[in-house]
């Protein structure tokens, strides 16, 4: 099931014009790169909280 969701979205992906593609790219790497600050945040409040 999770692979063919992957497989999906890929092919989607695939089909887009360069332009698009550039986009979705950055989109994502812009999520991963807030999704990762968002952790290192929550693990320097937790170590304030056990301080």
């Given at each position: ?11 989607k ?10 986009f ?27 301080s």
């Amino acid at each position: 099931m999770k692979n063919e969701k992957i497989e999906k979205i890929a092919e989607k992906f695939m089909s887009l014009d360069e332009k698009s593609k550039q986009f979705v790219a950055g989109y994502m790497s812009a999520r991963i790169e807030a999704a990762e600050e968002i952790k290192k945040l929550k693990e320097e409040i937790k170590a304030i909280k056990e301080s």
